[in-house]
């Protein structure tokens, strides 16, 4: 960022109380555009923005849409200049277009990724899956219609699922109600 002190356009010192918290000490308005930002209301953000954090991982300056503030603490206090962004318009169109590139790449890699370990993800799932239901039917009945639900299973998924736990004697069928098989663990 290239600063110009034409760019200025007020001034502000927050200060810090014990009890209080942060609070605007005073400001000096070196042009009219000081007035569309409230400093006794954006002081609690300003003085947080700039001192919050770990050390070493402040910002030196905020843009905003019509303006930006560079701080330099003191002690407790903080001192923000505030600045009209002059020719910024064009930087922002140009990163807006490179993060764009960025995050369209990024999903295509995502989505190539996710085909490739796509079996391996659904082994996974379904392995999971059976974890569940062995502890949802602790002690309790349940019907295949509700496990279903429960898991967002398809009727073919959801009976594959409970065979191979019926076979590795993890589940039994305890009754029919109606046309629903009700399971519980043995």
Not at 52 to 58: D, I, L, S, Y
Not at 135 to 159: A, C, G, H, V
């Amino acid at each position: 960022m290239n600063f110009n002190e034409n760019e200025m356009f007020g001034a502000a010192l927050i200060g810090f109380d014990m009890i209080d918290g942060p609070f605007l000490k005073w400001k000096k308005e070196f042009d009219d555009h000081i007035d569309s930002v409230n400093l006794d209301d954006f002081a609690m953000n300003f003085y947080l923005s700039f001192r919050g954090g770990n050390a070493g991982k402040k910002p030196k300056a905020i843009l905003y849409d019509d303006f930006y503030i560079v701080a330099f603490p003191h002690d407790l206090e903080l001192c923000c200049l505030f600045m009209k962004p002059q020719g910024i318009q064009a930087n922002i169109k140009k990163l807006h277009k490179i993060a764009s590139r960025i995050m369209i790449d990024m999903e295509k890699l995502e989505e190539e990724e996710d085909g490739e370990n796509s079996e391996e993800s659904d082994d996974d799932t379904i392995e999971e899956i059976k974890r569940l239901i062995v502890n949802l039917l602790n002690d309790t009945e349940m019907s295949t219609p509700e496990l279903r639900r429960y898991f967002k299973l398809s009727n073919s998924q959801i009976w594959r699922v409970m065979s191979e736990l019926e076979e590795s004697h993890k589940i039994k069928r305890t009754r029919k109600e109606g046309r629903a098989q009700l399971w519980s663990t043995n």
